[in-house]
T-cell receptor, first 117, second 112 residues
Framework: AQKITQTQPGMFVQEKEAVTLDCTYD???????LFWYKQPSSGEMIFLIY??????QNATEGRYSLNFQKARKSANLVISASQLGDSAMYFC??????????????FGSGTQLTVLP | DARVTQTPRHKVTEMGQEVTMRCQPI?????VFWYRQTMMQGLELLAY????????DSGMPKDRFSAEMPDATLATLKIQPSEPRDSAVYFCASGSDNSPLHFGNGTRLTVT
């Protein structure tokens, strides 16, 4: 079974600084994808970044980068140059890519990020 | 920008009433998911369709919930009869194999 763990219920960061949101996962599947979603107070779920288990390089998307350490089963999200608009709940998620029946997205419990002015 | 469309955005109903939530996935996506989000349980998978066929609905209370995809442009989630514990935000998401899921804005359901 898949499991995603986000150990930081809440994080604070000063505007313009970088912040790392932790995510560890557990799976026995060889092929999987790791995702990060942002959920602002308005409620929508916004896709941020994706990392495949066989990708050689860490994914980057603008100010977002994913620090993927496969041996440690961690997929931390790094947000550089934080902005006030980054304040939101952030969810790490994983999807098994091996079996049709198991391609659901399993979510962590989320980290509430607050960017301070 | 293509997006997943969910209706209604908000629904308030009385216990015992039927609730139907609708989702229009992004054109070309072959997978559709229904998730429920609550403060206590976080995001829970309710049902999952691939090429309109239900693949996994183990997370859904079968006695009152049902999910269908009558065609490729419409997915529905019904609750009958609704109960106060069903109050939550219900998200629909669509995607293609090996691609990120794109979520709708959700339906906020309140059952009194």
């Amino acid at each position: 079974a898949q499991k995603i763990t986000q150990t930081q219920p809440g994080m604070f960061v000063q505007e313009k600084e970088a912040v790392t949101l932790d995510c560890t996962y557990d799976t026995s599947d060889p092929s999987y994808g790791l995702f990060w979603y942002k959920q602002p107070s308005s409620g929508e779920m916004i896709f941020l970044i994706y990392q495949g288990s066989y990708d050689q390089q860490n994914a980057t998307e603008g100010r977002y980068s994913l620090n993927f350490q496969k041996a440690r089963k961690s997929a931390n999200l790094v947000i550089s140059a934080s902005q006030l608009g980054d304040s939101a709940m952030y969810f790490c998620a994983m999807r098994d890519l091996t079996l049709d029946s198991a391609r659901q997205l399993t979510f962590g419990s989320g980290t509430q990020l607050t960017v301070l002015p | 920008d293509a997006r997943v469309t969910q209706t209604p955005r908000h629904k308030v109903t009385e216990m015992g009433q039927e609730v139907t939530m609708r989702c229009q996935p992004i054109l070309g996506h072959n997978t559709v998911f229904w998730y429920r989000q609550t403060m206590m349980q976080g995001l829970e998978l309710l049902a999952y369709f691939r090429n309109r066929a239900p693949l996994d609905d183990s997370g859904m209370p079968k006695d009152r919930f049902s999910a269908e995809m009558p065609d490729a442009t419409l997915a529905t989630l019904k609750i009958q009869p609704s109960e106060p514990r069903d109050s939550a935000v219900y998200f629909c998401a669509s995607g293609s194999d090996n691609s990120p899921l794109h979520f709708g804005n959700g339906t906020r359901l309140t059952v009194t």
